[in-house]
């Protein structure tokens, strides 16, 4: 149908349906995105922690490591010394009393004694002053405070991922749910756009406000012509007397108040909206209630159930009475 065709109370009544439209799918489309931000940060944790694994730390020094090496150092630089001692214990005094195998052992023992009593005064002590056994106190102590550190860490995960557990299965339904209706709802939108009433430029949640702004108003009796609702949308957007950018809408919102009422209207009746929502859902979360027995969530998506259908059946009988369309 063009515009041409439709009387001045037409207008007034298919931009109204549109304006709704047009509000109700960017309040729809505002809250979809912040339930599945919350969601995707919640399975995001989930999923960090998952191929984040807590490292390990190294096993600490022992004490025993410098005894050890003082020990075998002191077996080594003993048996040679020890076997020659030996040797010369059997030729020049124990030949005739003991065999030469006694005397090598005896010999062994004496030299590997000496040795370990060199290494254990002598080795040690430098040992201890080159901060060896400080180095070891503090490896320990160290390696004490990264297992209980890690199994703070494993605690603090545990929790957070309980917590990101009961967030997901809260909101993982209030997503898809949210997808659903605001789907229909531009599918209906769309179906009132077929009708071919509004040019496809000034399609939109700014422009269909602010045009049915002037037509409301009575500042225009029609959509086209010089002085239609498109010219004067145009001429006060090259004046900078509207804005058409969301972005800068949303930042600037209290400043629009007197030149686009209707767009204020509907983002600031959405923004009161969205903050009942969230604290319906801070509520859920804190409760082992269901969507359908919240009772903000469930009034909500019921209130666009009926209001889509509302919207269907206006558009049903708007088609009944212009079969022409």
């Not at 199994?151 to 898809?176: F, H």
């Amino acid at each position: 149908m063009s515009a041409s065709e439709l009387s001045l109370a037409d207008y007034k009544d298919y931009l109204k349906q549109v304006k709704d439209l047009e509000a109700s799918c960017y309040q729809q489309s505002q809250w979809l995105g912040n339930m599945e931000e919350q969601l995707n940060e919640a399975l995001g944790s989930n999923n960090y922690f998952m191929n984040d694994p807590i490292p390990e730390p190294e096993l600490p020094m022992k004490y025993s490591k410098g005894i050890r090496k003082a020990a075998i150092a002191g077996a080594l630089l003993g048996t040679i010394p020890g076997l020659i001692l030996g040797a010369i214990l059997y030729n020049f005094f124990l030949h005739r009393s003991l065999s030469l195998t006694a005397c090598l052992i005896i010999g062994v023992i004496i030299g590997i004694l000496v040795a370990w009593f060199w290494c254990f005064f002598v080795e040690v002590p430098i040992l201890q002053e080159d901060g060896y056994f400080h180095k070891v106190r503090a490896s320990q102590y160290h390696y004490s405070k990264m297992i209980e550190g890690n199994e703070n860490t494993r605690a603090i995960r545990r929790r957070i991922t309980a917590q990101n557990d009961q967030v997901i299965g809260k909101l993982t339904p209030i997503v898809q749910k949210s997808r659903q209706e605001l789907q229909q709802t531009q599918d209906l939108l769309q179906q009132y756009y077929n009708l071919g009433v509004v040019y496809p430029k000034y399609r939109g949640l700014i422009p269909i406000c602010t045009i049915y702004e002037y037509i409301e108003s009575g500042r225009c009796v029609s959509l086209t012509g010089p002085d239609g609702a498109y010219n004067l949308y145009e001429r006060e957007l090259r004046m900078n007397l509207i804005i058409d950018k969301l972005d800068t809408v949303i930042d600037k919102l209290d400043s629009i108040r007197k030149s686009q009422y209707m767009l204020y209207e509907a983002i600031q009746t959405s923004n009161e909206q969205l903050a009942r929502l969230s604290n319906a859902v801070d509520n859920l979360q804190s409760t082992a209630d269901s969507i359908e027995r919240n009772t903000e969530l469930s009034s909500y998506y019921n209130g666009i159930t009926a209001t889509n259908a509302a919207f269907m059946g206006w558009l049903s009988a708007y088609s009944y009475d212009h079969p022409n369309r």
